[in-house]
C-alpha cells in the first residue's frame, strides 16, 4: 500500500521543526517531517544561538522582534516545552567609524517599537565589571530583551509539539529524490524505505539546499561554510555571568553559559567565510581550520584581557549554509508547482524560525497576509534578477552579518 501525505517537510532543523509545528496547528492534514540523521543534526547542531533583533535591513529586525516575542512566550505558546532562552540582555559595541549606522539603526528600531537604547561604556561597565577593555568603543546599543538559546533544545522542543499536534517525525531518513508528474508538478518524495505520494514539499534542508535540489534542474546559490567556536572557562574573580557581546569593532561576538563559567565565542567575519566554503555539506564532519580558532582567542584576549590566561576548554565548528547575500530564500517554487523552500539563512535562522514557521506555514495554505507579503523579499529569483537584498545602512567590516 502506497503511503501517502498532505505536507512532507524536509529538513529536522529549527527552520524544518517550526514549520512542521505551525503546519499541525492549522490543521493541514497528515504532516511528515523527515530528517537524515537526527533531530538539528546540521546547522542548529552548533550553533551559538544568539537571539537579537539587531538588523540593518527593517524587514529582519521585524522578523527578529516577532521571533524574539515567541522566545519569550516560548513555554506558554508551545506547549510547555523549553527553548533554553536567556534573556540576559545584547551589547553592540562599535568603533568611531560605526557611530552613525549604530545611531541610525537604533533610531529605526525605536520607531519600529523595539526595546533598545544608545549607552556607553560606562553601563557596559556596570554590567560587565571589568571584564571587558572598552578603550577602543565609540558607541554602544544595549538590548535588554534579547540574549541566546539553544538551537538543538529548541528543535526538539518544536519536533515533540508538532508531535502532539499530530505530525509525525522521522529520523534516520533521507529524502533521495522528490519525484515529478508529467506536467512537473510535485508528486512523491522517495525515501530508502520507499515512497511518499503528497502534493505538497517543503525544503528546509540548510547547507544541503543546493545539492538537494540539483536533480530538479533547480540551482541554488548556497554555500556550505565551516563556523568556528572557542570555549574559554572565566576564572574565579570574572566568574559572574554576563551577556551577549556583539563586537563590531573585532568581528566577534561573546556569550556566556548560564551554567558554568564558560565564554564562547564566535566569528563575524564575513572575509573568512571564502576560506571555510565546502563543495557539499556532507563533506562536513566537524573538522576545524586551527588558524580561525587561534584567531578567535586573539580576538577574545583583545576585548578581554583578563582572560589570557585562562584555559580554552573546548574548540568545535558547525555549518551554515550561506547566500550571496547573506539572506535566507523562502518561496514557492513555480519550477516545480507544489515545491516550497525555506533555506540559505546564513547564521539567521535559528533566531527567525519560530515567526518562519508560522508565515511559511501561512504562505503554503494561501493565508496571505502583509506579514507573508514580506517573504517576498526571500524569493528564489532575486538572484537570477540581479536584485539582492540590501540593507538601507552597512557597518564598515560587518557588511551583509548585520
Not at 45 to 74: C, D, E, M, N
Not at 82 to 89: E, L, Q, R, S, V
Not at 367 to 378: A, G, T
Amino acid at each position: 500500500m502506497t503511503e501517502t501525505a498532505d505536507i512532507v517537510v524536509v529538513g529536522g532543523g529549527c527552520i524544518g521543526a517550526s514549520i512542521a509545528l505551525h503546519l499541525a496547528e492549522k490543521g493541514v492534514g497528515k504532516v511528515i517531517l523527515l530528517e537524515q540523521k537526527e533531530l538539528a543534526h546540521g546547522a542548529s547542531g552548533k550553533g551559538i544561538g544568539i537571539i537579537r533583533t539587531h538588523y540593518t535591513h527593517p524587514v529582519l529586525a521585524k522578523l527578529a522582534q516577532q521571533s524574539q516575542q515567541l522566545f519569550h512566550q516560548f513555554a506558554e505558546r508551545f506547549g510547555g516545552y523549553d527553548a533554553g532562552f536567556n534573556p540576559c540582555g545584547y551589547f553592540v559595541l562599535v568603533g568611531e567609524a560605526d557611530v552613525a549606522t549604530l545611531t541610525q539603526v537604533v533610531q529605526m528600531h525605536q520607531q519600529m517599537g523595539i526595546e533598545v537604547q544608545l549607552t556607553d561604556a560606562q553601563q557596559v561597565k556596570a554590567v560587565c565589571g571589568e571584564l571587558l577593555d572598552l578603550s577602543d568603543v565609540a558607541a554602544v546599543a544595549y538590548e535588554p530583551n534579547s540574549g541566546y538559546g539553544s538551537p538543538p533544545k529548541t528543535t526538539v522542543a518544536l519536533a515533540k509539539r508538532a508531535m502532539d499536534l499530530g505530525a509525525e517525525v522521522r529520523t534516520q531518513t533521507p529524502v533521495l529524490e522528490i519525484k515529478l508528474d508529467v506536467e512537473g508538478r510535485v508528486e512523491a518524495v522517495v525515501t530508502p524505505n520507499g515512497e511518499i505520494k503528497t502534493r505538497t514539499v517543503v525544503d528546509c534542508v540548510g547547507p544541503w539546499a543546493r545539492q538537494f535540489a540539483e536533480h530538479l534542474g533547480l540551482e541554488f546559490p548556497v554555500t556550505p561554510i565551516v563556523e568556528h567556536v572557542v570555549v574559554v572557562e572565566r576564572p574565579t574573580e570574572r566568574a559572574a555571568f554576563h551577556p551577549v557581546i556583539s563586537d563590531l569593532i573585532n568581528l566577534c561576538y561573546l556569550r556566556s553559559d548560564g551554567e558554568q563559567a564558560y565564554t564562547r565565542i564566535g566569528n563575524s567575519d564575513p572575509k573568512y567565510h571564502a576560506q571555510f566554503a565546502l563543495q557539499k555539506a556532507d563533506e562536513f564532519h566537524g573538522q576545524l581550520f586551527p588558524h580561525i580558532c587561534e584567531e578567535l582567542h586573539r580576538k577574545l584576549i583583545r576585548r578581554c584581557p583578563g582572560l589570557a590566561t585562562v584555559p580554552v576548554v573546548e574548540t568545535y565548528s558547525g555549518i551554515w549554509g550561506v547566500t550571496p547575500d547573506y539572506q535566507p530564500i523562502i518561496d514557492r517554487l513555480n519550477y516545480a508547482p507544489g515545491l516550497y523552500c525555506a533555506v540559505g539563512f546564513s547564521g539567521h535562522g535559528y533566531k527567525l524560525s519560530p515567526i518562519i514557521g508560522d508565515l511559511v506555514s501561512r504562505l503554503i495554505l494561501g493565508r496571505v497576509n502583509d506579514q507573508v507579503e514580506m517573504l517576498n523579499l526571500f524569493r528564489y529569483s532575486r538572484f537570477q534578477e540581479n536584485d539582492w537584498i540590501k540593507s538601507p545602512f552597512s557597518y564598515a567590516q560587518a557588511q551583509g552579518l548585520r
